[in-house]
């Protein structure tokens, strides 16, 4: 399989804003809340953070695991990421609208907003 540094580059991207999406984002949560309650603690500077505490066990509590990761869904991301990009129709658009959503989230991030 030959693979372009252009295309690798855009399925880096498409896999790093998918597992951001689905391990992060806030439109997500209905995906993550069956699986992982938060517990509110407050750190050494005082800010309030939430901790990601796996609810129930068995199956359940490895989808909470798995959704609690990004390591964890980066991996099975990636997979399906490779596996879009190979054969679904649509599946380069798709990609390439996450790739420029990724690299939005880098520079974004980047430049400290």
Do not use: H
């Not at 309650?37 to 199956?59: A, F, H, Q, R």
């Not at 990004?70 to 790739?99: E, H, R």
Request: hydrophobic content about 50%; glycine content about 10%.
């Amino acid at each position: 399989m030959e693979l372009s540094w252009m295309t690798l580059v855009i399925l880096i991207l498409a896999s790093f804003r998918l597992t951001r999406l689905i391990v992060d984002d806030t439109i997500m949560e209905w995906l993550r809340s069956p699986f992982i309650g938060y517990e509110e603690t407050v750190n050494e500077e005082g800010d309030l953070v939430l901790w990601p505490v796996i609810k129930g066990s068995g199956i359940r509590g490895w989808f909470g695991e798995l959704l609690s990761c990004q390591w964890c869904t980066g991996l099975w991301c990636s997979l399906f990421i490779i596996l879009m990009w190979k054969f679904m129709y649509m599946g380069k658009l798709v990609l390439i609208v996450l790739a420029i959503s990724g690299g939005q989230s880098l520079l974004y991030r980047w430049l400290g907003r």
